[in-house]
């Protein structure tokens, strides 16, 4: 089924069962009391998520991507603030939880705990063997506040949780490369994705951001990028902080000018123009304006190689709420409109930035001296310490197996322990 199908499917179920749900935080206490004749059948993944603004979005997709496969109602938490900078994305329903809803964090006695809904699910194998019955649960938790607990990957798991009206997952890492690896959706996502690019397609079709976000890029692309006939891309993350950019800034800025001298993308300074009659723009993200000093020295104002230089920002720190978010989203559009782009490892904003462009990336060395850059070997991102191994003990068929062995599409990241998806 290919993926426009698959989403206007998917809309249709979102709508028909907001519609016929009325108030969802009610539904969820009839639930809980043990009426579930609501004569729908909807069955509901509410999404809780935390961190800065690449981790909520990266969650909240990955976790859309579930309810999708699944077959559930995703509802995501208000207070992640994903429904103030992106717009709907779904005809006729809303996908906001109520603000008043019992989210697991606020009400976890509400909600069976990811070990007690195991638990109860390995004492019920252990007493009737394969033929596995769980007392009615209503609402359980699915994650470990990072990401997917272990076994939520496991056949048997899987059946189980399709038996439970509500499931809520939460937490801040992009888990999806490992849905691939859910024999129950294996197949239908190999023939969805069959490129290995699910972010991008769900990046582009479902966060797509609000007028208040768009004007501001169309006003960066109006002012600066529309004057360039190549733009590059650079996001620099610091993640030890201030320090650690006093520490790192030369080197970090060395490894990327040689990295855009040795990918081709720009000519060297104060040597022949290559580029004749062509423009270069460096638009640079980072908290620290470090890099941007030191090309300004390198590509002066002026300067024969016309390569102009570009920074909207340099906090200083990285600080929270709505503007601030508004403003990485800018940022983060504006890196996906390049032609070619440089990000940090291990950096949820620079994911966000290259799977939006659909753009493979050059990596920057930030540390050692391995060379200034490497080139990504896959679009999509890298789930940040994700699991290796099955932990299915129900399901002896995967359990205790290398899941890149079963999965082959799933590889070891190049800038983090983890997996990632490559064509």
Request: charged fraction near 15%; charge should be negative; include cysteine.
């Amino acid at each position: 089924m290919g993926f426009k199908i698959l989403m206007e499917q998917y809309e249709k179920l979102h709508r028909n069962c907001i519609r016929g749900s009325g108030n969802l935080t009610s539904l969820f206490f009839q639930h809980q009391s043990g009426d579930d004749n609501d004569g729908n059948g909807c069955k509901f993944l509410v999404a809780e998520a935390g961190n800065g603004l690449g981790n909520r979005v990266l969650w909240m997709v990955s976790t859309l991507l579930y309810a999708v496969l699944a077959g559930r109602v995703i509802l995501i938490d208000p207070r992640s603030l994903i429904p103030s900078l992106m717009c709907e994305p779904f005809s006729g329903s809303s996908w906001v939880a109520p603000s008043e809803f019992p989210f697991a964090d606020l009400r976890p006695d509400l909600w069976v705990s990811p070990d007690e809904f195991v638990a109860g699910i390995d004492a019920a194998a252990a007493k009737n063997g394969s033929n596995i019955t769980l007392p009615s649960i209503n609402a359980v938790r699915g994650d470990d506040s990072w990401g997917p607990t272990s076994r939520f990957y496991c056949p048997m798991e899987q059946h189980l949780y399709s038996q439970v009206k509500w499931v809520t997952l939460g937490g801040c890492l992009y888990f999806l490369p490992e849905l691939f690896a859910i024999p129950t959706f294996k197949l239908a996502l190999e023939a969805t994705f069959k490129n290995r690019v699910p972010l991008t397609h769900l990046l582009r079709s479902t966060m797509l951001p609000r007028d208040s976000v768009w004007n501001k890029v169309s006003d960066v692309l109006q002012g600066h990028f529309t004057q360039a006939d190549q733009l590059i891309g650079v996001h620099v993350r610091y993640r030890g902080g201030y320090v650690q950019y006093q520490n790192l800034n030369a080197h970090v800025n060395h490894n990327v000018h040689q990295c855009l001298l040795a990918g081709g993308l720009l000519p060297p300074g104060h040597l022949p123009l290559r580029f004749t009659n062509s423009s270069t723009l460096i638009f640079i993200s980072s908290l620290y304006p470090g890099l941007h000093d030191e090309l300004v020295k390198l590509y002066p104002q002026g300067n024969e190689d016309q390569v102009n230089i570009l920074q909207l920002s340099n906090e200083g720190e990285q600080y929270s709420g709505l503007q601030i978010d508004e403003s990485a989203l800018v940022e983060i559009l504006g890196l996906s409109l390049c032609d070619a782009v440089l990000i940090s490892p291990m950096s949820t904003y620079s994911m966000l930035a290259h799977a939006y462009g659909g753009l493979t990336p050059w990596i920057i060395n930030l540390q050692d001296d391995r060379g200034p850059c490497t080139r990504a070997q896959a679009l999509d991102g890298c789930y940040q310490g994700a699991g290796l191994f099955y932990v299915c003990p129900l399901d002896p068929t995967v359990d205790k197996q290398p899941i890149m062995k079963l999965v082959p599409s799933l590889k070891p990241c190049q800038d983090s322990s983890g997996v990632q998806l490559v064509h």
